[in-house]
């Protein structure tokens, strides 16, 4: 039986309109970021590894502001990591081209550009890969030990179901593992979300079918947001949802409303 944060967590989660595994990393990883910029903002084994990683990549830097002007800060906590990041900046664009470079031989440097490629990935990036693989195994287990009628399993049924990303770690994972009960589960998996996806499939030809001679605001939401949907189906969402109207909702927006 899951933890019960895990469980409360994954239920939020599955009441969002977006893949629950997505929700539920995303939540993680702002939640994450949030206790790195006021716990660990001064932690040198933080510092070294966003100096490696030549400090967070576009999304997570965008995830950091985000994060920073929600919680209403000045930004010291992240100014203090990329002080060491830019500083890790200036001693490679040293050894690229040296500030004094009449000192040494000509033709003896050949300054390398692949320099300036992080030598680890951005942190976040790893810490997001970690949770959605704990997840998926938490999930697993949760499965094998009691099957497809578990707590976990009967909120999944009444969410918006997996990303295929997600669907595909899903039934890996229970793969991989081999055991009598997997086939049962990977068919009751993918029975379950052929019927999900058949569904949106026929809410996305009733929104084409539709189309020209209906106007929009007619038409049902979940008719108008259809493709939206299907876009977001296919490419996963643990980025966050992909629009926001009024409807849809995160747990990092049922966080903030709550603040
Ligand atoms: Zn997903
Ligand atoms: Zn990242």
Request: net charge neutral; hydrophobic share 35%; aromatic share 6%.
């Amino acid at each position: 039986m899951a933890d019960t944060l895990l469980n409360i967590q994954f239920q939020e989660a599955c009441a969002t309109d977006m893949c629950p595994f997505c929700a539920l990393t995303l939540s993680r990883t702002r939640r994450y970021l949030s206790r790195l910029l006021y716990e660990y903002a001064t932690a040198p084994d933080i510092h070294m590894r966003f100096a490696r990683a030549f400090g967070l990549c576009e999304w997570h830097g965008r995830m950091l502001v985000e994060v920073t002007e929600e919680e209403r800060s000045d930004g010291l906590a992240a100014a203090i990591l990329y002080e060491t990041v830019l500083n890790q900046l200036l001693t490679t664009l040293d050894e690229i081209a040296p500030p004094q470079p009449h000192r040494r031989a000509v033709g003896r440097h050949k300054p390398s550009t692949r320099l300036l490629h992080s030598q680890e990935t951005c942190p976040l990036c790893d810490f997001e890969t970690r949770a959605d693989t704990d997840l998926i195994r938490t999930f697993v287990d949760e499965l094998e030990a009691s099957g497809l009628g578990n707590p976990l399993m009967q909120s999944y049924l009444r969410s918006a179901r997996a990303c295929r990303p997600h669907l595909s770690m899903l039934l890996s994972e229970c793969r991989n593992r081999q055991t009598l009960k997997m086939p049962e589960l990977v068919e009751g998996l993918v029975r379950d979300y052929r019927a999900a996806l058949r569904a949106l499939a026929d809410t996305l030809s009733a929104f084409i079918a539709k189309h020209d001679y209906t106007r929009q605001s007619e038409l049902p939401e979940a008719e108008r947001e259809s493709w939206i949907r299907a876009v977001e189906l296919c490419g996963g969402g643990r980025h966050g949802p992909y629009r926001h109207s009024g409807t849809r909702h995160t747990p990092a927006d049922n966080e903030r409303r709550q603040q």
